[in-house]
């Protein structure tokens, strides 16, 4: 039987019409459901999913502008050519984006996109085959074997048939090639690129699959890189005694800012309890005139979305956010979950809260430690909703006055699911707000926190003060999974928290903790007084003495030994060095020293490489930075570098032999800087 | 205000009747749902759950009566302390199985229960806070530390009021401890051992949280342990050119009994095309009396659920199964989804299958090779359902004929939905159905295969050869996470692989590549002929020459120098030997030559060691066999190996200086195999 190319093909008629009437795309759109969390048993499997914290369970956290490359094993049975796309979406938009994925080897695929908005997004992946390339490379492999092939001719030719199409420019390609063939029987007008790639996106996709859906948080900037000035406002007066106001805050701005840092963090600023008020040193009662403890909220002034009349009004804070923002500074506020016992929520909300057998008020205790300044509201109580509610409401007011981070206080001692909640449904909100877990707890449970949802978080950097003990936390934090969903806010003190190491008060110490937090955290901060020196303890105790959690403090910010210009120096880098404004893109170098740690940084595109070395004790020493494996941009590609250039001094040292000799002086300053000039 | 504990704990009334009208279990039901597959958002983190394959997407598999142990990250906010229990039943049933489950370090929690039957089971963990033990322990806490206790007490005589009994025993210690304190004041009532234990029972969990559910296929012993015999039916009689029968294959059992493998497995069983039969060695076109190729399934005969007229018929299979019962054997069958083009299907369902532009068939086909004596039903075709089932059927039709195992024949090629579908499907039925998956292809979707449902797979031992491939190959199997998912089927060649290091015929190569299979994976196997060293190649190919794929061979079984002893000994050692029947447990030991793999294996109470070691070279060698990190039960306790007995000889030499010298003389045996003595 003599074949007709035309009885067979002609049969199926190119019907143009779907071309109008329907958009490829949307009826894609029909057969894709990455929102189903359950993937489905289907002809791919979707495994190995990088990134994803917990399988999707939570989300992976990234920064706008920051590509987001997602690697998977895709594969199914059969040796047919695959395709697959990176679907994605802000979580309240409806429409997917697409991106095409590629094979990189052995069954695995990536694909990107930049995502250009802060904001909760959703990935997935759709996988199909390729029946048309499938076919193509058969027919080829066939052809080239020398076998007859005018029945498979037909076969392709038939599959063009079926395309539906994207777009009208595919559509004329297809028609046209297919035309060709039928008129010639030339059957390379089947194999050109041009209809593969109109084919690739105009054929069927019949088993069309999709992975489940993966959650991404897309942060500010902010979330990955900061530099942190705690400042507790009623002491920053000039007047001994006087206790300080915002207004007192807006002219400390300028010292701040000059110092270089990004964010303002204040303690607790709402009105302050009287009953069971501590008093100086956390006595039990506080002397007429003491101040008492900020983390006892509320007063007849009101409560948590209230200011404590001594610092100022609402409009005075209004008046130091804008302040702020002239200095390229941004307030972030601290919220504790507590009362005192002078609340108003206690007689609003009385069911809010526990009461003893003998009708008490139960008091926050952690036994045999009692806090009788303060009540903690009952996550479980009967109307815990309305409660949750109120605590919502209390974060949206201070967002509506301007304040974009939080640093919630002790979040490991609430219920988990209260936080996974009130961060979604803020971040809803507004996507630009950031919340930093303050606890210090177990490992899991600072890493629970920040899997649910906090932006950043306190770490065990406080304490680490060996080399090995420094880098193997820094491998821990930057490593897999950590650094999907960790991002760390190293504290070289805080006021409940004086470290051994820092109550020598010597100045070495002071630099090189301030050095390291700086340089190897993206997101670091001081509590003020540090760039004094200041280290008094509790004998015996890693506290401040005299802590001005419970008492006002004057302090001459220009005190002589001051490590003010320091401080200054390191923000400085940080700021002029993209590099140096991530954490996760930390790698150690080997320094055969067990008093020096060594390390590189590199911006994504490399163009920007910064190594550098910070002493752990007070001893001078020489020892060797290895260079050899750190290739940086310029000159067109990528090389070993050249020459460091110190980011303190400015001096310019040549690499040779792989690396450079250097000697570092602690006394004179604990850390060496460098960028690497190719 | 004095207070009477009488006054504030009896305005709570001890409600025993919900001792009788409830269960507390039945009760606690109501609030588990571990069947959802999303953990909904808690109180409680359940992270880093050991062991699970892809997050729970698909099953973990252990086999009857191992103990399976579950680890798990268990968290909340808080201080409180928590309790959680481990629950499991076969997917089949309602009702969950507990056990309690222990905090490990670090929130890392554990538990365990022995699965006592094989089938699919489901397993998940609930958690909840023991309200009672938090109060205790800070009551404790408060009392050492001298506080007055008075209202704390009545707290936790509070908490009793609130049990739910379980059982009347718990109910009865509750009331009467609550009673001894309320008339006497005595706080020690509270705090016995008895009363905690009941109110870890019987108090309410309102937080109860629970992780999703994770799949768990429970096998047979079988599935992890057997020597299997491959043998081709046809090629059975004792007369040359005589077609063998079930009959002849029933008179060589005694041989393979003796050998002592454990699994017959025979090439496809079914009626041979005549259509496009293939001839002699793979020929394009047969001669007449040429048998075909045992997998080129169908004729007028029947298709996949008849048996090849010359073999004999289903009573004679019947017979078969029956005498392999006698020789603690099992039947496996080989199942291969492709029809030659005289299956009754092609005339009974011709939409099952494809035909071209030109009417013709559309046979098999992985261009440029083409298979003309068989075409592949179409498992995409609009009849598809009718096909699935059809081939389900086949499945069943030999179970009931008391077939347990198949091995399928190119899985990789099919649909991984109708694997996933088809293995569920079938073990429903009958979970000691084991099957095998004949693919060797790309390693993730062998990978793949083994994570959807297959039993036990193919693996690439049969060509490594060199000690670091073997021993990586090895610890990736044995490794996370395949160790949990992949069971090996070592086998040293198939009737498709005659691999190049057997070509030379050589028997110290032989002897070491069925030791190497034997001793390290828990499943190996042998294809007939291997036993008797053929090793005549398709020159240049890793093929046989004169394959019994495509004629009928007959063989001197006993032919003067076969290694039968030689196997029968390692399979005497074998099932002597519970160590040697499983992979997960293998682990290499250091031994300083490239040609030697050293190793160990334990069984689970480590009461029987083997250590070994193996010649990859066919040099005699001296070397050391390090043991100083292996502990084996004995005497009461778990001691470093005081001697080693050769399992091949019964030999007995010390073990000094934390190892054994050995002399390794691959011309007398490639391998030494030692049990352990205490």
Redesign the interface.
Known sequence: ?E?SPHR?VATRIFDLTRCASMSFSAQRQIQTRPGQ???S?????F?DVYPSV????FAVKRVVGEPFEVWA?I?????DILAAELLWRLERDNNWNRAPMRLHE???WHGSFVPTDAGRYLYAIEAWTDEFATWQ???E??Q??G?DVS?DA??GA?LLTHAVFGSKKDAATIVRQCDKYLETGDTTALLTSELSEAMSRSQPR??LACSHAYPLVVDRQRAVAGAWYEMVPRSQSREPGRHGTFRDCIERLPDVAAMGFDVLYFTPIHPIGMTNRKGRNNALRANPGDPGSPYAIGSSAGGHDAIHPELGTIDDFRDLVAACKTHDLEIALDIAVQCSPDHPWLTQHPNWFKR?????MKFA????K?YEDIVNPDF?CDDAGSLWNALRDVLLFWVQNGVRIFRIDN???????F???VIHDIQSRDPNVIFLAEAFT????MK?LA??GFTQSYTYFTWRTRKWEIEAYLNELTGYPERDYYRPNFFVSTPDILPYHLQGGEPWMFKSRVALAALLSGTYGIYNGFELLEHQPIPGREEYLDSEKYEIRTRDWSKPGNIKPYITALNRARRANPALQQTRNLRFLRVDNDNITGFVKQSADRSNTVVGAIALSRDAHEFWLPLNDIETAGNGGFREPAALENLMTGERIPVEWGGARLWLDPGRDPALLFRCLA
Chains 1, 2 share one sequence.
């Not at 177990?442 to 449970?445: D, S, V």
């Open positions: 039987m074949l067979v969390q359950n993937q048993v289907s002809a791919f499997h495994e917990d399988a999707g369970r094993d594969f199914r049975g059969g040796h052995n069954d695995r490379h058969g027919f492999l066939k080239a074997a076998q029945v037909l076969e038939g019949p088993d003893r057998p003998d009708g008490s205790e952690n036994p045999p009692k479980g979040p490991h001692t609430k219920p988990f699911q936080w996974e909640w177990r490992p899991k449970l629970g899997k649910l």
